[in-house]
């Protein structure tokens, strides 16, 4: 695991947008793509990007980490409705070569293997992650199991609270999700979680130098053999090891990478 500590949001995004650019150049790239707030910054360098002709999503395949249940087709905040406004309306992605999971399924436990099974096939090059409150990853609430698959799962109060802020109101949050499980997630080749704030310090610590254990979610990253771990000062102040994560940083081999 490599934790980089940047100077703020927008270098964040930088980062983040230079590890989807690299999986970009590949021959048939397939790109995991979060929600949430945080990933926003990371997908309007990727525009800028792609406006300017420094890179193209032309050959690439696309995945969502999780959909909600139960939203009327067409609703604004389904997240293949948030993924296609805040990235893919912007860019020269095939909308067909966007994949979802499929939550109106009459048998939704078999389109959610159905989606796995996907994911295993297409293989994911590289996975936007953020973090949640509690240490979440997707909607991989704490006490998920570190081996779990693409699945339904119902969400806490706190995190539907923590969503309200794209609803009317919390009510109009839905109760259950299909999410990527913490196993399924693993498949990825690079893993990008990315995390600003004061907000996400508690968190970030927890997932990175805490022990791995479900009742952080996140901390399954540290068994993932490439994970970059992209955080603002702000969100690094709890990190015990933020002066190594600097010096390690500073004096990388500049072919290298993330």
Same mark, same amino acid.
Request: glycine share 4%; hydrophobic share 50%; charged share 20%.
């Given at each position: 695991m490599e934790v980089v500590i940047a100077e703020d949001e927008d270098a964040v995004a930088r980062l983040a947008a230079d590890a989807v650019a690299a999986a970009l150049r @590949? #021959? $048939? #790239?397939?790109?995991?793509? !979060?929600t949430g707030s945080s990933p926003l910054p990371t997908y309007r360098e990727l525009i800028a990007r792609c @406006? $300017?002709? $420094?890179? &193209?999503?032309? !050959? $690439?395949r696309a995945v969502t980490l999780d959909e909600y249940v139960g939203l009327p087709p067409g609703h604004p905040q389904s997240y293949r409705a948030v993924i296609r406004r805040e990235l893919v309306d912007h860019v020269d992605l095939d909308p067909d070569h966007l994949f979802t999971p499929d939550v109106r399924a009459d048998d939704i436990a078999a389109a959610c293997a159905d989606y796995d099974r996907l994911l295993t096939d297409l293989g994911v090059d590289v996975q936007l992650l953020g973090i949640g409150a509690d240490g979440h990853l997707a909607f991989n609430e704490p006490g998920s199991s570190l081996g779990s698959r693409t699945r339904v799962k119902t969400l806490t109060d706190r995190t539907r609270h923590d969503n309200a802020r794209f609803f009317a109101s919390v009510d109009e949050v839905p109760r259950h999700v299909v999410t990527q499980g913490l196993a399924t997630i693993r498949g990825a080749g690079h893993l990008v979680m990315v995390a600003t704030g004061a907000t996400k310090a508690g968190p970030v610590a927890a997932a990175v130098e805490g022990p791995v254990t479900a &009742?952080? #979610?996140a901390s399954v990253l540290q068994l993932h053999p490439h994970v970059s771990v992209l955080v603002d000062e702000a969100a690094a102040t709890e990190l015990r090891l933020a002066d190594y994560y600097r010096e390690t940083f500073r004096h990388k081999p500049g072919w290298q990478g993330l």
């Open positions: @590949r #021959p $048939a #790239p397939v790109i995991g793509l !979060a @406006r $300017a002709d $420094a890179l &193209s999503f032309r !050959a $690439a &009742s952080c #979610p």
